[in-house]
């Protein structure tokens, strides 16, 4: 009386390390630190861009909002390789060029950019998430961008 099966107590063994490993899993991706490869979210206007915008087409190289975490991807990379000069905000990339904006202040920018096909680029910059919840919901929200094939930074 009370004695289990030898298989259902393997099953009961199983499902327990699982569970054990799945909660140590989750307490390491709620608290490990984030450490990224880079700090730089790059963003490039392909070749051709100007070229298929004058021709009446719809370009769409940005997205119309970039999300970037200060201290884990705070700086924005923007790479032309277009044939023809673009502006963001106050500066004049020229083609083959980069221009990297560090961030160090949580807050939404707005920049005036020939790139983007309403011509203004938004920027959101959150703060660093807190160890626990806010570190896990945000390396969740990575891997899903990942998953998707989008760009680090751009909006979900």
Same mark, same amino acid.
């Given at each position: 009386?009370?004695?289990? %099966? !030898?298989?259902?107590?393997? *099953?009961? &063994? ?21 450490? /990224?490869?880079?700090?730089? !979210?790059?963003?490039?206007?392909? %070749? ?6 004058? !021709?009446?087409?719809? &370009?769409? &190289?940005? /997205? ?5 975490? +200060? $201290?884990?991807n705070d700086v924005l990379l923007l790479r032309n390789a277009d044939s023809v000069p673009q502006t963001f905000g106050p500066a004049l990339v020229m083609p083959g060029q980069s221009f990297r904006l560090p961030?160090? &202040? ?12 309403? $011509?203004?680029? #938004?920027?959101?910059? #959150? ?6 919840? #806010?570190?896990?919901?945000?390396? +969740?929200?990575?891997?899903? *961008? ?5 760009? %680090? $930074?751009?909006?979900?």
């Amino acid at each position: 009386m009370g004695s289990r %099966p !030898a298989g259902q107590r393997r *099953r009961t &063994v199983g499902v327990a390390v699982l569970v054990l490993a799945l909660a140590g899993a989750l307490a390491w991706a709620a608290f490990a630190p984030i450490v /990224p490869a880079s700090r730089d !979210a790059l963003f490039e206007i392909p %070749p051709g861009t100007w070229a298929r915008r004058m !021709a009446g087409d719809r &370009v769409e &190289v940005l /997205p119309g909002t970039i999300r970037l975490t +200060l $201290g884990i991807n705070d700086v924005l990379l923007l790479r032309n390789a277009d044939s023809v000069p673009q502006t963001f905000g106050p500066a004049l990339v020229m083609p083959g060029q980069s221009f990297r904006l560090p961030f160090t &202040v949580a807050s939404t920018y707005s920049f005036a950019c020939t790139a983007h096909a309403n $011509g203004q680029l #938004e920027v959101i910059v #959150e703060p660093t998430p807190a160890r626990g919840w #806010e570190t896990l919901r945000w390396r +969740l929200g990575d891997w899903a *961008r990942r998953l998707s094939g989008k760009a %680090p $930074g751009a909006a979900a």
